[in-house]
């Protein structure tokens, strides 16, 4: 009996390839989706809806990150911090994902997102490619401001003037870079609603390449993102922190990288579409990472922001530089009177050997010693006296500026 089904599943594919040519070379794309419809049901093949994995995925995904975007506002306005342009543009970006997991949700999945093409009704289908134009513009423009918002963050923590322009410079071509892939996908067809009414290649149509105009962005912004996550590792390298700190600061950028693979994916999906017989089902992919790559952007800008409320609720955790500085400043606020291997500490804070009058009787001082034992030279007890963990410095003798650290702190 097993040896009847199998060959009976070996003869419908074999059935339905034959057909599948025939069909190619003789009919019209409606025959021809209208012929597989037909063999599809005959031979039994399965049907496929993955449409609702995607809407969970959609909502859930986009969800989590709005709630931390969230967080990473109301921290900041209720501690006192300084909100900037960065801020604004990763509002931006979240208002961006909005319309379209709105999109996804109610017009894509419904319209035949993640099923078969051939057993869509043929307005559905055109439906389809009316709400599959507009994402791209809106993928175009998301992934535009996260890279800009981190951008922005980086001009905020890096004072070297080579850095800051480099910084400069990479935010004024991202900025083209969207704006020319948002001009691009809004005008691919000539008029617009060709791209939505053309498919059955009835109309006369000019569009661009569309599969073209996808492995230039995802390529351009592979690159972009490698530059941009390049410049602050770079500059970690020459702070003068402990490798401790080098590597907590750097691990946090390092998780940039996971976008970067993403986009890496992402592309691999656009090459297969580009070959597809079933777009309404094969472009499940290409939405699938997109969704996690937008996402997980935004929530890459704000894990400094987490950082520092980790630190506020778990400070004996995640406040080590905080504490080893603070117990720096405490010695060095107590040593001022410390010379060769011993000295005299004065009960006050003022000059050691200096007596202090008495408030009873003005002929009468009162100066009180103790021998301290301490293994610490002079210059280095006088380099404690300030907090060096803000002072961090570059090569150049450059001071960092304190926002770097605090940060991340």
């Known amino acids: 009996m097993r ?39 005959l031979c039994g093949a399965p049907v496929s809806n993955i449409g609702s994995q995607l809407k969970v995925l959609n909502i859930t ?84 401001l996260v890279k800009i918002s981190i951008l922005l963050f980086l001009l905020r923590i890096f004072p070297k003037p080579t850095t800051r322009k480099l910084l400069y410079g990479t935010l004024i071509f991202t900025s083209l870079w969207t704006v020319a892939f948002i001009l691009a996908g809004a005008l691919q067809c000539r008029p617009p609603s060709f791209y939505w009414i053309s498919w059955d290649m009835k109309s006369q149509k000019s569009c661009i390449d569309f599969g073209a105009l996808n492995w230039a962005n995802s390529v351009l912004g592979i690159a972009l993102d490698t530059w941009i996550l390049a410049i602050p ?72 922001t987490i950082r520092r409320i980790l630190v506020r609720i778990y400070p004996l955790v995640f406040d080590s530089k905080n504490r080893s500085s603070r117990r720096d400043y405490d010695y060095g606020s107590y ?37 301290v034992q301490f293994e610490q030279n002079l210059d280095n007890d006088k380099s404690a006296l300030v907090k060096m963990g803000n002072l961090a410095r570059t090569p150049s003798g450059r001071l960092a500026n304190n926002q770097f650290l605090d940060s991340f702190d």
């Open 3 to 41: 040896k009847n089904m199998h060959r009976k599943v070996n003869t419908n594919v074999f059935l339905q390839g034959m057909i599948e040519d025939c069909v190619r070379e003789t009919c019209t794309i409606k025959q021809s989706l209208t012929a597989k419809n037909i063999s599809s049901t």
């Open 61 to 144: 995904l986009f969800s989590i990150t709005a709630a931390v975007a969230l967080i990473r506002l109301l921290f900041k306005y209720f501690s006192g911090a300084n909100t900037g342009w960065d801020d604004n543009a990763i509002i931006a970006a979240l208002l961006t994902g909005v319309p379209s997991v709105v999109l996804v949700d109610r017009l894509l999945i419904p319209n035949g997102l993640g099923r078969d093409v051939w057993t869509l009704p043929f307005d559905t289908i055109t439906a389809f490619r009316r709400a599959a134009y507009i994402l791209p513009i809106l993928y175009f423009l998301q992934a535009g």
């Open 233 to 304: 590792l770079f500059e970690v390298i020459y702070l003068q922190l402990s490798w401790r700190r080098k590597l907590g600061v750097s691990l946090m950028f390092f998780v940039g990288t996971f976008v970067t693979v993403v986009s890496a994916l992402r592309l691999q999906s656009i090459a297969h579409l580009e070959h597809a017989d079933n777009p309404t089902r094969d472009m499940t992919a290409i939405i699938y990472w997109s969704s996690i790559e937008q996402d997980v952007g935004i929530l890459c800008t704000c894990m400094p």
């Open 335 to 371: 040593s001022h009177g410390l010379t060769g291997n011993g000295g005299a500490i004065e009960t006050t804070e003022g000059d050691a050997n200096r007596p202090q009058k008495s408030n009873t009787a003005p002929n009468i001082f009162h100066m009180q010693t103790f021998d």
